[in-house]
């Protein structure tokens, strides 16, 4: 079950949502409640010799308000 980031439309909040299908419906802003939110492109956390550890294979980014 791939985690998806999104960033609200409406207030720029970003967040991260784990999806069970890619034909679910994008989820709503947990901080206004907006659903008119974007799918971003984030980046796998990797090291040199494989998936960076006590991570999880996840990184934490950081989401910049757009515009």
Do not use: N, W
Not at 7 to 31: N, V
Not at 54 to 64: L, V
């Amino acid at each position: 079950m791939p985690i998806y980031e999104y960033q609200c439309k409406a207030c720029a909040h970003c967040f991260e949502e784990l999806t069970f299908s890619s034909s679910d419906p994008p989820p709503k802003c947990p901080e206004c409640g907006c659903e008119d939110v974007e799918k971003l492109m984030s980046a796998g956390s990797v090291r040199a010799g494989g998936i960076a550890s006590g991570s999880g294979g996840f990184s934490q980014t950081s989401c910049a308000p757009s515009g």
